[in-house]
C-alpha cells in the first residue's frame, strides 16, 4: 500500500503473486525500462536510480499483468507492467495541472507529539501535456512536462525516530569532569565487549569496594568517543549528539531517552517527454519516445543523527525508435532500438573537525578525509554516512524485432531481443562502517566493543571502487493463439532467454573459488607460496596496474573476461501454455487457466558483491564476535592496496579449546559461485469467472508458484562448526570462543568471513484470489478484491548486508531450518476502489456549473502485517556468527502484548512481549559461548493496516472541448494511525516507532483540460 508521506517518486517495493519484489518489469511503449543496477522498482534508493515515472496526464494506457502471461513477455517472473505515452493527433490538445499540499492541511503523525512542532510536508506538482499535428495526417508531435518540488519532515530521509540515548549529562563536554559524569550515568550499562558476555559499560571505578569487574581507572570512555560528544551540533543546537535531557525531541524512556529528530528532506523532479509519430506511408509508422527526469534530494536525516546532510542526485533517459510495417492484411513487423541511461551520484557534508585525524582515529587508509559510519544495533544511533561518496551509472543498449500472423484460427507472434549493458560503478564504504551493539560500546570504544568492521580501500583516486561492468543479454519466443471453436482457445507459447554475466572492462573481477581452498593445505605462515594464494581466480583482462608486478603463482587465470568456471546457461527454455473455456453456449461462464515456466535476471547489485571488494583493486575488512584487538582509536587492520592477500594459519589450541597460540590471517572475502544458474519459477493458475448478473462479475481462482535456483546473496560459507570427543574438528573436542578459527571449515578465513552469493534459494506461494467487479453503469464503478495466501521461502533478508536476501538465518548450511514464512508475506489482504458519480441531477445555467459533474472515488486497502523474524544479537557466538534467531522462553507465553498498540506505546509497552523471549542457550557443548535461538522464521505478524483514500471529484464543462477539474484528495482520509514494523532485536524492548501509511494528508488538485 502506497504511503502518501513517501519523498521523491512515491512508490514502495511491491510482492505480486508470491514473487520477490526485485522481480517485476516495468516497460515504457514496449520496452523495459528497469534499472538492472537496483532492485528493478520505482524508488531511487541508496546510489541507485529507480525506474522514471512519467506524468499520469501523459499516459495513454497502461496493463498490468500478474501471472502465467504469453511468451512475449519475461525477463523476470513478477509481474509486468506496461504503460504507453501519448501520442499526437490532427487536433490539438492537452491539458494544464497544479496540485497542492500544505503542512497545515495535514494532520499530525501519531509520534508527532505537540508541544513539538507539526512535521512538515509541503509539496507543488505541476505542469501540463500538448500534442497536436506538425503536418496534418502525416506527422505528429506530443509534449509533456511535470515539475515536483518537495519539502518532507515525515518521510524517512527527513525523519529520524526510534533512537535511544543513555542519559548524557548536560553539562559542559570536553572536560575532565564531564567524562566522569558520564561514565557513571552510564555505569553498568549492557555492551558487548570485550569478553561477549556483558560486562558492564564506562564505568568511574575509582574507590570501588571491592574493586570494579573493568578497574581501569578514573573512566573508561574512548577518548574518540569523547571527541565526537564534543561535536557541534548544527546551527544553536549544541552538540552534534544532543544532550536528550533537554532536546526537545527526546522523552524518558527507562533509563534512556527515546528521540525523535524531524528536518524537512529537500525534493525536486524536473521531467519531459517529446514524442514523435511519421506515417511514412500507408503501411509503415515510424516512432520516437523520449522521457528525461532529473531527481535531486537533499536527505537532511534519513535516519541520522541531524548534523550530516546528504545530497542524492537521480536521473533517468528513456529513448525509442520504432518502426512498424503492415507486410501485408495479415502479417506485421515491428522493429525497435532503444537506450536507457540511470545515474545516480551520492555525497555528504560530515560535521566539522570530523577527519579521523581530528577525532584520534587511524583511518581505513592513509588520506581518507571522512569519518567512519557508526551504528549502533540495539540503540538505533547513527553517525557518519560510511557509503558515500559514491557514483553508479547504467547505460542499457536494445534491439528488437517482432512480426504478427493472422492465419485461419491461428494468431501467431514470435520475435527476438538483445541487449547491452554498461554498468559503471565508483562504490563507497572505502572510508569504512563500524557497527556496534550499544551505544556504551561506542562509549567504551576498546577490545571487542566493535562487533563488525566493514571497508573498501579500493583503485579509484580517492579510495573508492572502481569497475567498469559490462554484459550482454537475449531472448526470443514464438507464441500461438490457436482458437479451436468459439468456446475454447489455447495459447502456447515458448521463450528462450539468455542471461549473461558481468565481465569488468578494468579486470578488476577477482573471484574465489572453495573448491581450489580445499585442494591444497593450509600454510603456517605468508610466505608468499602458491598454496598462500590458492583460491583465487582472475579473468584473463586481469591488469598490474596496482603494485603487482606479476601475477602470483597459485592465482589461477581464466581463459575468458569471467572468473567463472562455466559460461551461464544457454538452456533456459520456458514453455507457457494457457486456455479460455467457455462452458457452456451461454456467454456468462469462463474458465481460465495457465502454467508457465519464468527465468529471472537478477540484477546487478547482488551480483557484483562477488567481486566488489576482492584483491588487489580492493580490500574487503569484516570481523565478527569475540576478542579482537581493534579499538575506535585503531578500528581497521593494515592491509595494502595492490596485493592479493595471503592465506595461512599457525592457530593451535589444547583439545578443549584453551591454552590457544599462533595467528591466522583472518581474512574475509565475497565470492560469486563458480557455477551459474538462473533463477526460476513455476507459476501455475486456475479461475472461474461469472457473470451473475448484469455488468457484475466474480472470478474465484487458485493462484501458486515454485521457486527454485534463487539467488541469495552474502551466504556464509564458514560457520565454525561444533566439535565433540566423537567428531573432533581440527583436534578440537570441545568449543569456545577461542577455538572458534580452528572449527572453521576454511582456515585462515574468519568465521562468516568466507561469504559468497549463489543460487540454492527455494519459494512457495499458493493462494485464493477472490474479486468482484462491477462496470460503469448508473454512475457507479468498482472492483473488490480478496487474497487469502501463504508465501515461503528459506531465503532472509539480513540487516547486517543492507536488507540482501540471503541464507544466514542461524545456520547457514542448513537452509531447511530457514524456511518460513517470505518477509512479504500478508496472509490475507483485501482493497475495494470505486468511483461513483453523484446522482445530483441535470442543471443548466449557473446552477449546473455548480451542482452537475460531482463524483467521488477512493481505495480502501485492509491487510494483514508482514511476517516478522526476531534476532538475538548474543545469540550463536560459539558459531562465530552475530545476530542469530532469539529463544522462545518454554511455556505457553503469549508472543505478542496485548491491547491495541496505541496503548502499549502510552505504556511504554512493546508490540511484542519481552519475556517470550529468554537468553540463548548456553553451557555444556555451547561451552563459554551462545547457541542459536530456536524462534522460527517469520512466526509472528508485524502489525496490519487498514486505510481509506478517497478523493471528491468535480468536472465542470466550459465550452465544447474545454473543461476543468477539480480534486480534492484525502490520504488516510479517517487518519488512522497504522504503525510499523517494530524493533525485532531481542532486547530492544520491540517497540514500535513510525508509522507505515501517511497521517491524514490533503492535496488540492485543479485541471484544465482542452
Given at each position: 500500500?502506497?504511503?502518501?508521506?513517501?519523498?521523491?517518486?512515491?512508490?514502495?517495493?511491491?510482492?505480486?503473486?508470491?514473487?520477490?519484489?526485485s522481480?517485476?518489469t516495468?516497460?515504457?511503449?514496449?520496452?523495459?525500462?528497469?534499472?538492472s543496477?537496483?532492485?528493478?522498482?520505482?524508488?531511487?534508493?541508496?546510489v541507485?536510480a529507480?525506474?522514471?515515472?512519467?506524468?499520469?496526464?501523459?499516459?495513454?494506457?497502461?496493463?498490468?499483468?500478474t501471472?502465467?502471461?504469453?511468451?512475449?513477455?519475461?525477463r523476470?517472473?513478477?509481474?509486468?507492467?506496461?504503460?504507453?505515452?501519448?501520442s499526437?493527433?490532427?487536433?490539438?490538445?492537452?491539458?494544464?495541472?497544479?496540485?497542492?499540499?500544505?503542512?497545515?492541511?495535514?494532520?499530525?503523525?501519531?509520534?508527532?507529539?505537540?508541544?513539538?512542532?507539526?512535521?512538515i510536508?509541503?509539496?507543488?506538482?505541476?505542469?501540463?501535456?500538448?500534442?497536436?499535428?506538425?503536418?496534418?495526417?502525416?506527422?505528429?508531435?506530443?509534449?509533456?512536462?511535470?515539475?515536483?518540488?518537495?519539502k518532507?519532515?515525515?518521510?524517512?530521509?527527513g525523519?529520524?525516530?526510534?533512537?535511544f540515548?543513555?542519559?548524557?549529562?548536560?553539562?559542559?563536554?570536553?572536560?575532565?569532569?564531564?567524562?566522569?559524569?558520564?561514565?557513571?550515568?552510564?555505569?553498568?550499562?549492557?555492551?558487548?565487549?570485550?569478553?561477549?558476555q556483558?560486562?558492564?559499560?564506562?564505568?568511574?571505578?575509582?574507590?570501588?569496594?571491592?574493586?570494579?569487574?573493568?578497574?581501569?581507572?578514573?573512566?573508561?570512555i574512548?577518548?574518540?568517543?569523547?571527541?565526537?560528544l564534543?561535536l557541534?551540533?548544527?546551527?544553536?543546537?549544541?552538540y552534534y549528539?544532543?544532550?536528550?535531557?533537554?532536546?526537545?525531541?527526546c522523552?524518558?524512556?527507562?533509563?534512556?531517552?527515546?528521540?525523535?529528530?524531524?528536518?524537512?528532506?529537500?525534493?525536486?523532479?524536473?521531467q519531459?517527454?517529446?514524442?514523435?509519430?511519421?506515417?511514412i506511408?500507408?503501411k509503415?509508422?515510424?516512432?520516437?519516445?523520449?522521457?528525461y527526469?532529473?531527481n535531486?534530494q537533499?536527505?537532511?536525516?534519513?535516519?541520522?543523527?541531524?548534523g550530516?546532510?546528504?545530497?542524492?542526485?537521480?536521473?533517468?533517459?528513456?529513448?525509442?525508435?520504432?518502426?512498424?510495417?503492415?507486410?501485408?492484411?495479415?502479417?506485421?513487423?515491428?522493429?525497435?532500438?532503444?537506450?536507457?541511461?540511470?545515474?545516480?551520484?551520492?555525497?555528504?557534508?560530515?560535521?566539522?573537525?570530523?577527519?579521523?585525524?581530528a577525532?584520534g582515529?587511524?583511518?581505513a587508509?592513509?588520506?581518507e578525509?571522512?569519518p567512519?559510519?557508526?551504528?549502533?544495533?540495539?540503540?538505533?544511533?547513527?553517525?557518519?554516512?560510511?557509503?558515500?561518496?559514491?557514483?553508479?551509472?547504467?547505460?542499457?543498449?536494445?534491439?528488437?524485432?517482432?512480426?504478427?500472423?493472422?492465419?485461419?484460427?491461428?494468431?501467431?507472434r514470435?520475435?527476438?531481443?538483445?541487449e547491452?549493458?554498461?554498468?559503471?560503478?565508483?562504490?563507497?564504504?572505502a572510508?569504512?562502517?563500524?557497527?556496534?551493539?550499544?551505544?556504551?560500546?561506542?562509549?567504551?570504544?576498546?577490545?571487542g566493543?566493535?562487533?563488525?568492521?566493514?571497508?573498501?580501500?579500493?583503485?579509484?583516486?580517492?579510495?573508492?571502487?572502481?569497475?567498469?561492468?559490462?554484459l550482454?543479454?537475449s531472448?526470443?519466443?514464438?507464441?500461438?493463439?490457436?482458437?479451436?471453436?468459439?468456446?475454447l482457445?489455447?495459447?502456447l507459447?515458448?521463450?528462450?532467454?539468455?542471461?549473461?554475466?558481468l565481465h569488468?572492462?578494468?579486470?578488476?573481477?577477482?573471484?574465489?573459488?572453495?573448491?581450489?581452498?580445499?585442494s591444497?593445505?593450509?600454510?603456517?605462515a605468508?610466505?608468499?607460496?602458491?598454496?598462500n594464494?590458492?583460491?583465487?581466480?582472475?579473468?584473463?583482462?586481469?591488469?598490474?596496474?596496482?603494485?603487482?608486478?606479476?601475477?602470483?603463482?597459485?592465482?589461477?587465470?581464466?581463459?575468458?573476461?569471467?572468473?567463472?568456471a562455466?559460461?551461464?546457461?544457454?538452456?533456459n527454455?520456458?514453455?507457457?501454455v494457457?486456455?479460455?473455456?467457455?462452458?457452456?453456449?451461454?456467454?456468462?461462464?469462463?474458465?481460465?487457466?495457465?502454467?508457465?515456466?519464468f527465468?529471472?535476471?537478477?540484477?546487478?547489485?547482488a551480483?557484483?558483491?562477488?567481486?566488489?571488494?576482492?584483491s588487489?583493486?580492493g580490500?574487503?575488512?569484516?570481523?565478527?564476535?569475540?576478542?579482537?584487538?581493534?579499538?575506535?582509536?585503531?578500528?581497521?587492520p593494515?592491509?595494502?592496496?595492490?596485493?592479493?592477500?595471503?592465506?595461512?594459519?599457525?592457530?593451535a589450541?589444547?583439545?578443549?579449546?584453551?591454552?590457544?597460540?599462533?595467528?591466522?590471517?583472518?581474512?574475509?572475502?565475497?565470492?560469486?559461485s563458480?557455477?551459474?544458474?538462473?533463477?526460476?519459477v513455476?507459476?501455475?493458475?486456475?479461475?472461474?469467472?461469472?457473470e451473475?448478473?448484469?455488468?457484475?462479475?466474480?472470478?474465484?481462482g487458485?493462484?501458486?508458484?515454485s521457486?527454485?535456483?534463487?539467488?541469495?546473496?552474502?551466504?556464509?560459507?564458514?560457520?565454525?562448526?561444533?566439535?565433540?570427543?566423537a567428531?573432533?574438528?581440527?583436534?578440537?573436542?570441545?568449543?569456545?570462543?577461542?577455538?572458534?578459527?580452528?572449527?572453521?571449515?576454511?582456515?585462515?578465513?574468519?568465521?562468516?568471513?568466507l561469504?559468497?552469493?549463489?543460487?540454492?534459494g527455494?519459494?512457495?506461494?499458493?493462494?485464493?484470489?477472490?474479486?468482484?467487479?462491477?462496470?460503469f453503469?448508473?454512475?457507479l464503478?468498482?472492483?473488490?478484491?480478496?487474497?487469502?495466501?501463504?508465501?515461503?521461502?528459506?531465503?532472509?533478508?539480513?540487516?547486517?548486508?543492507?536488507?540482501?536476501?540471503?541464507?544466514?538465518?542461524?545456520?547457514?548450511?542448513d537452509?531447511r531450518?530457514?524456511?518460513?514464512?517470505s518477509?512479504?508475506?500478508?496472509p490475507?489482504?483485501?482493497?475495494?476502489?470505486?468511483?461513483?458519480?453523484?446522482?445530483?441531477g441535470?442543471?443548466a445555467?449557473?446552477?449546473?456549473?455548480?451542482?452537475?459533474?460531482?463524483?467521488?472515488?477512493?481505495?480502501?486497502?485492509?491487510?494483514?502485517?508482514?511476517?516478522?523474524?526476531?534476532?538475538?544479537?548474543?545469540?550463536?557466538?560459539?558459531?562465530?556468527?552475530?545476530?542469530?534467531?532469539?529463544?522462545?522462553?518454554?511455556?505457553?507465553?503469549?508472543?505478542?502484548?496485548?491491547?491495541s498498540?496505541?496503548?502499549?506505546?502510552?505504556?511504554?509497552?512493546?508490540?511484542l512481549?519481552?519475556?517470550?523471549?529468554?537468553?540463548?542457550?548456553?553451557?555444556?557443548?555451547?561451552?563459554d559461548?551462545?547457541?542459536?535461538?530456536?524462534?522460527r522464521?517469520?512466526?509472528?505478524?508485524?502489525?496490519?493496516?487498514?486505510?481509506?483514500?478517497?478523493a471528491?471529484?468535480?468536472?465542470?464543462?466550459i465550452?465544447?472541448?474545454?473543461s476543468?477539474l477539480?480534486?480534492?484528495?484525502?490520504?488516510?482520509?479517517?487518519?488512522?494511525?497504522?504503525?510499523s514494523?517494530?524493533?525485532?532485536?531481542a532486547g530492544?524492548g520491540?517497540?514500535?516507532?513510525?508509522?507505515?501509511?501517511?497521517?491524514?494528508?490533503?492535496?488540492?488538485?485543479?485541471?484544465?483540460i482542452?
Amino acid at each position: 500500500m502506497n504511503d502518501a508521506a513517501v519523498l521523491g517518486k512515491g512508490t514502495q517495493i511491491t510482492s505480486v503473486n508470491g514473487a520477490n519484489p526485485s522481480q517485476n518489469t516495468y516497460q515504457m511503449d514496449g520496452v523495459a525500462i528497469n534499472n538492472s543496477g537496483n532492485l528493478g522498482n520505482g524508488g531511487d534508493q541508496s546510489v541507485a536510480a529507480g525506474i522514471g515515472i512519467p506524468s499520469p496526464d501523459a499516459i495513454e494506457e497502461f496493463k498490468v499483468q500478474t501471472s502465467t502471461y504469453d511468451a512475449s513477455y519475461g525477463r523476470n517472473p513478477g509481474a509486468n507492467v506496461n504503460v504507453v505515452t501519448k501520442s499526437g493527433g490532427n487536433q490539438f490538445h492537452g491539458d494544464a495541472f497544479e496540485f497542492f499540499r500544505n503542512t497545515v492541511l495535514n494532520a499530525r503523525d501519531f509520534f508527532d507529539k505537540q508541544p513539538a512542532p507539526r512535521g512538515i510536508l509541503d509539496q507543488n506538482q505541476f505542469g501540463g501535456v500538448f500534442g497536436g499535428p506538425i503536418k496534418k495526417d502525416k506527422l505528429f508531435f506530443f509534449g509533456s512536462y511535470q515539475g515536483t518540488r518537495s519539502k518532507n519532515g515525515i518521510a524517512g530521509q527527513g525523519l529520524t525516530s526510534g533512537v535511544f540515548l543513555p542519559n548524557i549529562p548536560n553539562e559542559t563536554r570536553g572536560t575532565a569532569q564531564f567524562a566522569n559524569d558520564l561514565a557513571n550515568a552510564t555505569c553498568g550499562a549492557f555492551t558487548f565487549g570485550p569478553t561477549v558476555q556483558g560486562p558492564a559499560a564506562s564505568c568511574n571505578h575509582t574507590g570501588d569496594t571491592p574493586p570494579g569487574p573493568n578497574n581501569q581507572g578514573p573512566e573508561n570512555i574512548s577518548s574518540v568517543a569523547l571527541a565526537i560528544l564534543n561535536l557541534a551540533g548544527p546551527g544553536d543546537k549544541g552538540y552534534y549528539i544532543p544532550t536528550p535531557s533537554v532536546d526537545s525531541g527526546c522523552t524518558p524512556f527507562g533509563p534512556e531517552y527515546k528521540c525523535q529528530f524531524s528536518e524537512p528532506a529537500i525534493y525536486s523532479e524536473d521531467q519531459f517527454i517529446v514524442n514523435g509519430d511519421y506515417l511514412i506511408n500507408s503501411k509503415e509508422t515510424l516512432q520516437t519516445r523520449y522521457f528525461y527526469t532529473r531527481n535531486p534530494q537533499v536527505v537532511t536525516l534519513g535516519g541520522y543523527l541531524p548534523g550530516e546532510p546528504q545530497t542524492n542526485f537521480y536521473s533517468n533517459h528513456n529513448a525509442v525508435l520504432k518502426l512498424t510495417s503492415l507486410l501485408s492484411n495479415t502479417f506485421t513487423n515491428e522493429a525497435h532500438i532503444s537506450f536507457q541511461r540511470n545515474l545516480g551520484l551520492n555525497s555528504d557534508t560530515p560535521p566539522d573537525s570530523t577527519t579521523p585525524a581530528a577525532l584520534g582515529m587511524t583511518a581505513a587508509f592513509a588520506g581518507e578525509k571522512y569519518p567512519p559510519g557508526i551504528w549502533t544495533l540495539v540503540d538505533g544511533v547513527h553517525f557518519f554516512d560510511a557509503f558515500s561518496p559514491a557514483h553508479e551509472v547504467t547505460n542499457q543498449f536494445q534491439y528488437a524485432d517482432q512480426i504478427a500472423w493472422s492465419h485461419g484460427k491461428h494468431t501467431i507472434r514470435a520475435g527476438f531481443e538483445f541487449e547491452r549493458v554498461q554498468y559503471t560503478v565508483t562504490a563507497g564504504a572505502a572510508r569504512g562502517f563500524l557497527l556496534m551493539l550499544t551505544f556504551e560500546d561506542f562509549l567504551v570504544g576498546g577490545p571487542g566493543n566493535i562487533l563488525l568492521n566493514l571497508s573498501n580501500e579500493g583503485n579509484a583516486p580517492n579510495g573508492e571502487q572502481l569497475h567498469g561492468y559490462r554484459l550482454n543479454d537475449s531472448s526470443a519466443f514464438a507464441q500461438d493463439d490457436w482458437k479451436l471453436n468459439s468456446r475454447l482457445t489455447l495459447n502456447l507459447g515458448l521463450r528462450w532467454e539468455f542471461d549473461g554475466n558481468l565481465h569488468d572492462k578494468y579486470g578488476n573481477l577477482t573471484n574465489l573459488w572453495p573448491s581450489l581452498l580445499a585442494s591444497v593445505p593450509v600454510p603456517a605462515a605468508p610466505t608468499g607460496s602458491p598454496a598462500n594464494y590458492a583460491g583465487y581466480v582472475v579473468p584473463d583482462n586481469y591488469t598490474t596496474r596496482y603494485g603487482n608486478p606479476a601475477l602470483p603463482t597459485g592465482v589461477l587465470k581464466t581463459g575468458s573476461g569471467y572468473s567463472l568456471a562455466d559460461h551461464p546457461p544457454y538452456s533456459n527454455f520456458a514453455p507457457r501454455v494457457g486456455f479460455a473455456w467457455q462452458p457452456t453456449h451461454s456467454a456468462n461462464l469462463v474458465v481460465r487457466g495457465g502454467f508457465g515456466l519464468f527465468y529471472d535476471r537478477v540484477w546487478f547489485d547482488a551480483f557484483v558483491h562477488g567481486f566488489q571488494g576482492n584483491s588487489p583493486y580492493g580490500v574487503s575488512l569484516n570481523y565478527g564476535p569475540g576478542p579482537n584487538a581493534f579499538t575506535l582509536q585503531n578500528p581497521f587492520p593494515s592491509f595494502p592496496l595492490g596485493t592479493f592477500l595471503q592465506r595461512y594459519s599457525s592457530l593451535a589450541c589444547a583439545p578443549d579449546g584453551t591454552t590457544c597460540t599462533g595467528t591466522s590471517s583472518a581474512l574475509n572475502t565475497n565470492f560469486l559461485s563458480p557455477t551459474i544458474h538462473t533463477p526460476l519459477v513455476r507459476q501455475y493458475n486456475l479461475n472461474v469467472q461469472y457473470e451473475f448478473a448484469s455488468r457484475w462479475v466474480l472470478e474465484i481462482g487458485y493462484v501458486g508458484s515454485s521457486g527454485i535456483n534463487l539467488m541469495d546473496v552474502y551466504r556464509n560459507y564458514n560457520t565454525a562448526q561444533l566439535a565433540t570427543s566423537a567428531n573432533p574438528i581440527n583436534g578440537q573436542t570441545a568449543n569456545t570462543l577461542a577455538n572458534i578459527g580452528l572449527r572453521v571449515p576454511y582456515l585462515g578465513y574468519q568465521a562468516g568471513g568466507l561469504q559468497g552469493t549463489d543460487f540454492v534459494g527455494i519459494s512457495n506461494y499458493n493462494s485464493l484470489q477472490v474479486t468482484l467487479r462491477k462496470q460503469f453503469s448508473h454512475g457507479l464503478t468498482m472492483q473488490a478484491a480478496y487474497t487469502w495466501s501463504k508465501s515461503l521461502s528459506d531465503l532472509v533478508p539480513d540487516a547486517a548486508t543492507g536488507g540482501y536476501l540471503g541464507a544466514n538465518s542461524n545456520d547457514p548450511q542448513d537452509l531447511r531450518q530457514q524456511y518460513g514464512p517470505s518477509f512479504y508475506n500478508r496472509p490475507q489482504r483485501l482493497s475495494v476502489n470505486y468511483q461513483y458519480n453523484l446522482q445530483i441531477g441535470e442543471r443548466a445555467g449557473i446552477t449546473g456549473k455548480l451542482v452537475n459533474g460531482w463524483s467521488v472515488a477512493g481505495v480502501t486497502t485492509v491487510q494483514d502485517g508482514n511476517s516478522l523474524t526476531i534476532s538475538d544479537s548474543t545469540a550463536g557466538s560459539i558459531y562465530g556468527i552475530p545476530n542469530a534467531r532469539a529463544e522462545l522462553c518454554p511455556g505457553s507465553i503469549p508472543v505478542k502484548n496485548p491491547g491495541s498498540i496505541e496503548s502499549q506505546i502510552a505504556a511504554q509497552q512493546g508490540y511484542l512481549n519481552t519475556a517470550a523471549f529468554c537468553a540463548p542457550p548456553t553451557g555444556g557443548i555451547y561451552g563459554d559461548g551462545t547457541g542459536f535461538g530456536d524462534s522460527r522464521v517469520g512466526f509472528v505478524l508485524g502489525p496490519g493496516q487498514f486505510n481509506w483514500d478517497i478523493a471528491l471529484i468535480k468536472l465542470t464543462t466550459i465550452t465544447e472541448g474545454q473543461s476543468l477539474l477539480f480534486r480534492t484528495e484525502f490520504y488516510n482520509a479517517f487518519n488512522h494511525p497504522q504503525f510499523s514494523n517494530p524493533n525485532t532485536a531481542a532486547g530492544s524492548g520491540f517497540t514500535i516507532s513510525s508509522t507505515s501509511v501517511n497521517p491524514r494528508l490533503i492535496q488540492f488538485g485543479l485541471k484544465y483540460i482542452f
